[in-house]
């Protein structure tokens, strides 16, 4: 017998989609911490968004024609003749749970442990949770492949747009509606930029979530009222000004400056840095500036007398 009021697959998928996610979030081992206590990723958004749409064929020209529409990772992985009609994107953000925020937020130099753990471990939980979501979905019986985690990903370099690759999760997550770029690139979602993403294109259908924002800048303060460029003062690097990030320098930074002796402090592969994604007025939210113009926009209009 069926448990009253379960969400099911077929029922309701999109909230069957992120009732999977978020209990993997609670539940998993991989989420906990290898320092101290609590997780890595708190409780997430989730967004999806029809795998048809203009803006991944869009994004041929804004990123690069190395970029896969979600037709083609799901053509390369599961053959042309399995191509449905409808595709979906399943983007989800894990925004990172206060411990590993504040203990980012009081350096100025290097990434603290226990971003550089989030980094390396929280990332290597999000792989899980990739899997984890095909595994689901391919018991139901649908098709369903996690880009980033499929060997047809790879890092490109580009003339134009410098370091990419051929899948970018934010991208993904802006068509499912969840955040805008900041000057920083990072995306800014209702649960601000200290976060990671990750996606999954499936042949389930499911319904798009609503766009909210009206353009791919509008989160970020700096876009918003020129004011702001805070993560600009806290890029150690200098890699963050009114033009934008310079990539070559973040990557710089992170990976030959601050990496050889931090990775062997730390025990990771991989530091990252996210000095910019931290003791900013959006890390753990949309700026309170923005989400008051949001609410006036959407307010109903009264009768002026
Ligand atoms: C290559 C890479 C890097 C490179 C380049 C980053 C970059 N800007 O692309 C380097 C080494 C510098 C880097 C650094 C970091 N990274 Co990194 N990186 C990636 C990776 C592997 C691929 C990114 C990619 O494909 N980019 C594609 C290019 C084209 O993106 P872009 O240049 O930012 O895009 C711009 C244009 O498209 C433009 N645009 C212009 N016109 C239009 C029009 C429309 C409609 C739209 C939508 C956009 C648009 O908007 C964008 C912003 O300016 C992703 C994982 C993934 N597969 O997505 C992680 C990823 C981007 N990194 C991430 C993180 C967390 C970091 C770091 C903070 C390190 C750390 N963990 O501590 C730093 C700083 C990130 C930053 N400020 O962007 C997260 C992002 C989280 C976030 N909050 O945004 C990702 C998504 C990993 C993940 N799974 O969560 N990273």
């Known amino acids: 017998m069926k448990a009253k009021g379960k969400i099911s697959l077929t029922n309701n998928p999109e909230k069957f989609i992120e009732g999977a996610i978020a209990k993997f979030i609670k539940e998993s081992p991989a989420n906990r911490r290898k320092v ?33 529409t979600p037709a083609e990772i799901f053509t390369l992985s599961f053959g042309k003749r399995k191509l449905p009609q409808e595709l979906s994107v399943i983007s989800w953000i894990l925004p990172a749970s206060e411990g590993i925020r504040k203990s980012n937020r009081l350096e100025t130099k290097y990434p603290s442990r226990l971003w550089a753990h989030a980094r390396d471990f929280g990332e290597q939980f999000n792989v899980k949770l990739r899997d984890h979501l095909v595994e689901i979905l391919k018991k139901k019986g649908y098709q369903a492949v996690a880009p980033m985690n499929s060997p047809h990903w790879k890092r490109v370099r580009s003339p134009r747009v410098g370091f990419a690759s051929s899948w970018s999760e934010r ?91 931090k990775r062997a402090e730390y025990g990771v592969k991989i530091t990252g ?33």
């Not at 997780?39 to 896969?68: C, E, M, R, T």
């Not at 994604?277 to 959407?298: D, F, G, M, N, W």
Request: hydrophobic share 30%.
């Open 171 to 261: 991208h993904a997550a802006y068509v499912c509606g969840l955040g805008t770029f900041g000057l920083s690139d990072g995306l800014i979602t209702p649960k601000g930029k200290a976060m990671r993403v990750g996606s999954v294109v499936t042949d389930l259908p499911l319904k798009p979530s609503a766009k909210k924002y009206p353009n791919h800048q509008a989160n970020c303060l700096y876009f918003f009222n020129r004011s702001c460029k805070i993560c600009a003062a806290r890029c150690p690097a200098g890699a963050i000004t009114a033009k934008g990030h310079d990539k070559d320098k973040c990557y710089e930074y992170s990976y030959n400056t601050i990496g050889p002796s």
């Open 36 to 68: 101290g206590r609590g997780k890595y990723w708190d409780k997430p958004l989730v967004g999806f968004a029809s795998g048809n749409g203009p803006l991944f064929k869009q994004y041929k020209k804004i990123i690069g024609k190395f970029h896969f």
């Open 273 to 305: 840095c996210g000095l910019c994604q931290t003791k900013v007025p959006c890390e753990h939210e949309i700026p309170k500036l923005i989400q008051k113009a949001y609410k006036r926009i959407s307010a109903p209009r009264t009768h002026r007398k």
